[in-house]
């Protein structure tokens, strides 16, 4: 179950990410609710079956309910704004950053986790995603928190880890 259960399904060329997964999720220097709503956050957000079903019933040893619900909301929310954003970015008109969002937004002031954590999921998930708005405005919210670039730059190793876990067996489930 959980990371031994999708370290066993990666495919030999994926032998880097089994290693990685270890010393990411299992092995960082942030508390384990922080680790473990960035994985699942990041499980919701690769979007692959097995590695968030996996993901989320180790995760769910790590945190509480509310926080579990915390991280599934960062990576539904992201999954808006990432678009949005990054589109209203891509465009390259300036006009359009003074047309205000009109899309709620609640979680992000009341997640029902620290604020911080949920700002490190949030980033995290802007990682998968590639929106660089979204990714400056939570580094320097969590920056401004107090949490250290090594807090971040951990955020965004397990985002790669576990999106590229999420690649490796969907390109394993499409071969099949």
């Not at 290693?19 to 508390?31: D, E, F, Q, Y």
Request: glycine share 6%; proline share 3%.
């Amino acid at each position: 179950m959980g990371l031994d259960a999708i370290k066993a399904a990666l495919p030999e060329y994926a032998k880097d990410i089994k290693l990685n997964l270890g010393s990411t999720v299992g092995a960082t220097t942030l508390k384990p609710e922080q680790a473990w709503g960035t994985a699942l956050a990041c499980a919701v957000a690769a979007r692959n079956p097995v590695v968030l079903r996996e993901i989320a019933a180790e995760a769910a040893t790590h945190l509480t309910a509310e926080a579990v619900e915390a991280a599934k909301g960062a990576a539904t929310i992201m999954a808006m704004n990432n678009v949005y954003y990054r589109a209203k970015h891509l465009i390259g008109d300036e006009n359009y950053a003074s047309m205000p969002a009109r899309l709620r937004m609640q979680i992000i002031a009341r997640p029902g986790v620290e604020k911080g954590d949920f700002e490190l999921w949030c980033l995290a998930v802007s990682a998968i995603t590639g929106c660089g708005v979204c990714l400056e405005s939570h580094e320097k919210t969590l920056r401004a928190a107090g949490f250290t670039r090594e807090q971040v730059h951990e955020g965004l190793r397990i985002a790669a880890v576990v999106h590229a876990a999420a690649v490796a067996l969907d390109a394993q489930a499409a071969l099949a």
